[in-house]
């Protein structure tokens, strides 16, 4: 980070602030925050409506600059002219999107941010969103817009759905049975295509399958856009994962290196290779970067909370001597603990005896107690085991 970087922010973040300044001045808005992770603004208005606007666009439209023109379609977008109003209009212009798990999870002004976005798991760590695509921007649909348009999640996230289908029809000319391997660069660098949102939509996957004669990789290194892979190999999979992690790396707004493909149902899933696979080491890795980034950001969040519950446990991705990979998180004694799913639970004794042991030998022994209500997924326990049951799992101890 240069010297003035470090001063005076980076500048996707002045130009967020910048946008909050503008937001917070209207007499309509009665609270509103910056989220520099998200690089958006979550807000809610007078009138008890509560939504967030997504900065991506504007900062790419306007060549990250700040001017009359963006404080103009700032004000468009908080109460836009060409907004749809009712579920009719609204319908045809909703789309499906991924994001990180806990996108949604943003506290505005007491209300909880988890009840704010419509959201809901697609793959481990990943979530589905709906947005109102409009000329300009894109808006993200809330709880308070189903109330209001008189559906329920299912209907939108259907109505998201189908209209994908054509594009979903179309891109299938670009499927054929491979010669070798083939990686099929899906972009969509202005986000107004939605082709990396194909993958959700029934049949698709199974549809190229068909198509090609072949069980297609997947990869989605960022919000925009997707890599199809045709024909891969075990030989052919380190350079694939090293495309996407580049790709990743590279992203405005990463996603996921992880690699995903298609069950026998036709729907979307992770890859899973036996260890002694060439790639193992890589899939391993990009699954924990992913998991660790998820659990990051709503460690954050949920810590910032005035009411939380209990010890908030943070999720560790450790590399081993020999190279292997694994995540971690600790449980302490003495208090309630929301721990995230991870390889190894790290028990920290009164008495200062640390050991680690595998979640499967854990939950072999004690019941971890899903917390359904978060996104990704946290486990909720008390206090430590009894004596013998702690005697079993130090024995475990690896």
């Known amino acids: 980070m240069s010297f003035l970087g470090g001063v005076f922010g980076s500048p996707r973040n002045r130009f967020g602030r910048k946008i909050l300044e503008q937001v917070r001045g209207y007499e309509a808005v009665e609270f509103a925050q910056f989220d520099a992770e998200g ?224 069950d026998d149902n036709g729907d979307l899933m992770p890859l899973s290779v036996p260890e002694d696979h060439p790639a193992y080491g890589e899939i391993r890795h990009a699954q924990a970067q992913l998991a660790v980034g998820a659990y990051r950001a709503q460690t954050e969040k949920l810590r910032a909370e005035e009411d939380r519950e209990g010890a908030i446990m943070e999720l560790l991705h450790v590399r081993a001597p020999d190279g292997a990979e694994y995540t971690m998180t600790s449980w302490t004694d003495g208090a309630t603990n929301l721990l995230p799913a991870a390889d190894f639970i790290c028990f920290v004794t009164g008495e200062g005896d640390v050991f680690r042991v595998a979640w499967d030998d854990v939950s072999a022994l004690v019941p971890l107690e899903l917390a359904a209500e978060y996104d990704p997924p946290r486990f909720r326990v008390h206090d430590h085991p009894p004596v013998e049951v702690m005697t079993r799992l130090r024995a475990l101890a690896r």
């Open 39 to 262: 690089f958006e603004i979550a807000y809610r208005l007078r009138n008890g409506y509560a939504a967030k606007l997504n900065l991506d666009t504007l900062y790419r439209r306007f060549e990250r600059k700040i001017s009359a023109e963006v404080f103009d379609a700032v004000d468009n977008l908080l109460l836009p002219p060409d907004a749809p109003a009712g579920w009719d209009e609204v319908s045809p212009k909703l789309r499906p999107v991924l994001r990180r798990a806990g996108y949604g999870s943003v506290q505005v002004a007491g209300h909880n941010g988890r009840d704010l976005v419509l959201t809901r798991p697609a793959l481990p760590y990943l979530s589905e969103l709906v947005v109102i695509d409009m000329p300009s921007t894109v808006q993200f649909v809330t709880r308070q817009d189903l109330s209001r348009w008189g559906v329920d999640a299912e209907q939108v996230y259907a109505a998201a759905h189908a209209n994908l289908t054509e594009l979903a029809m179309n891109t299938m000319t670009a499927f054929d049975p491979p010669e070798g391997v083939r990686v099929l660069d899906f972009a969509d660098d202005d986000g107004e295509n939605y082709v990396g949102s194909l993958p959700l939509v029934a049949g698709w996957l199974a549809g190229v399958r068909a198509r090609t004669g072949t069980i297609p990789l997947l990869f989605l290194p960022s919000h925009l856009g997707m890599l199809v892979v045709l024909g891969a190999t075990p030989a052919a999979m380190p350079q694939l994962l090293a495309l996407a992690a580049e790709r990743h790396e590279a992203a405005l707004r990463p996603l996921s290196a992880v690699p995903y493909t298609v």
